[in-house]
């Protein structure tokens, strides 16, 4: 008798230890009528079906969207986000119901969707004028998103990259930027949202060998969250890095850890990415396609162990910034001594500074304008070759930069504006402009396919 209840209580240990090991994180990102490529009936252990994702490609079927879909084992709710719009869904029996009352749109491109205490959240985005950083909860007796007011809100501000933790949310690095001013500033860290103080509160990134802000590019680098890391890839200028870095967040203790063995960014092209656990599921670019449907898997528990620790987050204190700048509390004489001559030097500097911004103005505005007349003009160049794989040195002559002489200046600056045309064009379309298709005879070399309908 007491052999079986041994082997029972042992059972019942093994059990439990077994399940403690379940993933409590699921994520699935798609970009509209783009899941057929993948083999596969369903994502997410079988939660989310061909059928689903063909209901909500019915409902933006004029104008393709991503969805993202969110699983919580503890309530066991699925729910489904199309981005840019504030399109909400519950899926309960392979059928999706909207819980999102209203119909407005933009304003909410690139938001990261969390649950926390059984609530749901988006933070940040990129609207028509600005970026920002606005934190919203949904409320589903009013089916609408309602905004939440926290304490020392970034302006303008949208991160590279956002990650919950148990204390609150990390956005590290990005821009801030509003073409009406205009306006674009680098954010070399970034920000914590606590959310027991309800404030956001400014980040440090101890990192000695190097500056992780100087391995951003525009368009080149993004962050994938999982349950355990914030996994960061960048296309880089930094030879010494093999040109693509791997980087680990890890969410809870804040280190940081660079992996240093073999690295690709086909992670990058894909449609379809899947996170369960630390696992991030996505499709391999083969061939100049995605046709073939193959997964590519990423386990970064495994990349962890082969990495190596090179530094950390630190939270600062919310005024931290503010007392090193304030002037010292025992010389307050000098203060009054000194405030005629103060006076004087801030006319003087609201004069040059008011110069100064007008000069900007005038600079800076004409390039960004200049910079988007002359992807319209590439693009009226490429509807011209739709249908057509070009070669190299066609393809970058309609570019523009054929002239350019160093062969990894050329690289980066065809890379950027490949990034920049893809990214409008599937942000309208749901699909991109340009693919890369290798070049069968020699595979060192490729073949530019311009699109501009979609052929699935």
């Given amino acids: 008798m007491l052999k079986r209840i041994l082997i029972f209580l042992l059972s ?114 990129l609207g028509l004028w600005n970026s ?13 998103w309602e905004f939440q007011f926290i304490d020392n809100q970034p302006i303008d501000y949208f991160p590279l990259g956002m990650y919950q933790n148990s204390k609150g949310i990390i956005a590290l690095f990005g821009n801030y930027k509003n073409p009406r001013i205009p306006k674009i500033e680098k954010e070399t860290a970034g920000y914590f949202v606590d959310f027991a103080k309800k404030t956001w509160t400014p980040l440090k990134i101890e990192v000695d060998e190097f500056e992780i802000s100087d391995l951003i590019e525009p368009n080149l680098s993004l962050f994938y969250e999982t349950q355990d890391y914030s996994f960061f890839v960048s296309k880089t200028e930094k030879a010494a890095f093999g040109w693509i870095v791997w980087i680990l967040f890890e969410k809870e203790t804040g280190k940081i850890y660079l992996f240093e063995g073999t690295k690709d960014d086909q992670i990058f092209i894909s449609p379809v990415h899947e996170i369960i656990g630390n696992k991030i599921n996505y499709v391999e670019y083969i061939n100049g396609d995605f046709l073939s449907g193959e997964e590519v898997q990423i386990d970064l528990d495994k990349v962890k162990e082969n990495s190596r620790e090179i530094g950390k987050i630190v939270v600062l204190e919310p005024n931290a910034l503010t007392k090193k700048s304030s002037p010292s509390s025992f010389l307050p004489w000098l203060g009054l001594a000194l405030l005629p001559l103060v006076f004087w030097m801030g006319i003087q500097l609201q004069k040059r500074t008011d110069k100064k911004r007008n000069l900007s103005l005038e600079k800076d505005l004409p390039q960004e304008n200049v910079q988007e007349e002359k992807e319209e003009e590439i693009m009226d160049h490429l509807l011209a070759h739709n249908g057509e794989k070009l070669s190299t040195e066609t393809f970058d002559q309609l570019l523009g930069i054929n002239e350019i002489s160093n062969f990894d200046s050329k690289r980066i600056k065809r890379s950027r504006l490949i990034k920049s045309i893809n990214k409008q064009y599937e942000e309208k379309n749901g699909f991109p402009l340009i693919t890369r298709i290798k070049n069968q005879e020699d595979k060192r070399f490729v073949f530019y396919k311009i699109t501009f309908k979609n052929e699935n």
């Fill in 132 to 144: 920002h950083s606005d934190l919203m909860k949904f409320d589903s007796l009013k089916g609408s």
């Fill in 12 to 125: 019942i240990l093994f059990s439990l230890t077994v399940h403690a090991k379940d993933p409590e994180f699921y994520r699935l990102r798609i970009a509209g009528n783009k899941w057929g490529i993948l083999k596969r009936d369903s994502f997410i252990e079988g939660r989310v079906t061909q059928s689903i994702l063909s209901q909500l490609d019915s409902i933006y079927k004029d104008n393709p969207l991503s969805y993202e879909f969110i699983y919580s084992p503890k309530t066991q709710s699925l729910k489904a986000f199309a981005h840019c719009s504030f399109d909400f869904y519950t899926i309960r029996d392979k059928q999706i119901f909207k819980d999102y009352k209203f119909a407005n749109r933009g304003y909410t491109c690139g938001s990261l969707l969390f649950e926390r205490n059984n609530n749901y959240h988006i933070l940040g985005g």
